[in-house]
Nanobody, 124 residues
Framework: QVQLVESGGGLVQAGGSLRLSCAASGRTFSRYAMGWFRQAPGKEREFVAT????????GYADSVKGRFTISRDNVKNTVYLQMNSLKPGDTAVYYC?????????????????WGQGTQVTVSS
């Protein structure tokens, strides 16, 4: 069992930056790939970014590529999402999740142990 707690969300103006954190419990965190997803009001949850267990490989949705960076610290059991050049369209609740299958997966049903989410609101 892995428990995830996201933090770092908030209200920011367009063009600004935020850094989200996802703290994981459990000693096996470093063995798992991780992902960030988001869900805007009235929309389905969508993939944002993913990172392998070692941090050596990452993947991004086209909508955030070049603006967002996923990283992890396996000593601190934490995965991060640095978000730059934010747009109103990035407004959503952001979730982190565990991928025990490994690799760079982008489908929701391939992830388990979701966090409760953190709200990101970007004003124009």
């Amino acid at each position: 069992q892995v428990q995830l707690v996201e933090s770092g969300g908030g209200l920011v103006q367009a063009g600004g930056s935020l850094r989200l954190s996802c703290a994981a419990s459990g000693r096996t965190f470093s063995r798992y790939a991780m992902g960030w997803f988001r869900q805007a009001p009235g929309k389905e949850r969508e993939f944002v970014a993913t990172i392998t267990w070692s941090g050596g490989n990452t993947g991004y949705a086209d909508s955030v590529k070049g603006r967002f960076t996923i990283s992890r610290d396996n000593v601190k059991n934490t995965v991060y999402l640095q978000m730059n050049s934010l747009k109103p369209g990035d407004t959503a609740v952001y979730y982190c999740a565990v991928n025990r299958r490994g690799g760079l997966l982008i489908s929701l049903d391939q992830y388990e142990y979701w966090g409760q989410g953190t709200q990101v609101t970007v004003s124009s």
